[in-house]
């Protein structure tokens, strides 16, 4: 894992790890191959972790969590994590 060319490397905290393992499984690559772009706190605005989906309903409560941005193969992916639950893709991110 690594960032951008010019800045420095954040520490990859477990759940981040985590991100890079199950994106590295689902593209079939070496986690190697995957870039850690950002790894951000944030609070939620709700249980949906930034990524809702039509009709479904969610807890209203702020949960901290964490935006974790990955690239590979000149694509980028957003994970999301918060409230206890573990990185997963969000692939259209609403938050």
């Known amino acids: 894992m690594s960032t951008s060319p010019g800045e420095p490397t954040p520490s990859p905290s477990p759940v981040a790890q985590q991100a890079v393992s199950d994106l590295a499984g689902t593209l079939g690559v070496d986690e190697g191959d995957i870039t850690l772009v950002e790894l951000e706190e944030v609070t939620w605005r709700d249980g949906s972790l930034g990524c809702a989906q039509s009709g479904k ?39």
């Not at 935006?67 to 992916?77: D, E, H, M, T």
């Open 57 to 95: 309903m969610y807890t209203q409560a702020l949960v901290d969590g964490q935006r974790i941005v990955l690239s590979a193969g000149g694509r980028r992916y957003e994970y999301h994590s918060g409230g206890g639950r573990d990185a997963f893709y969000c692939e259209n991110p609403t938050q």
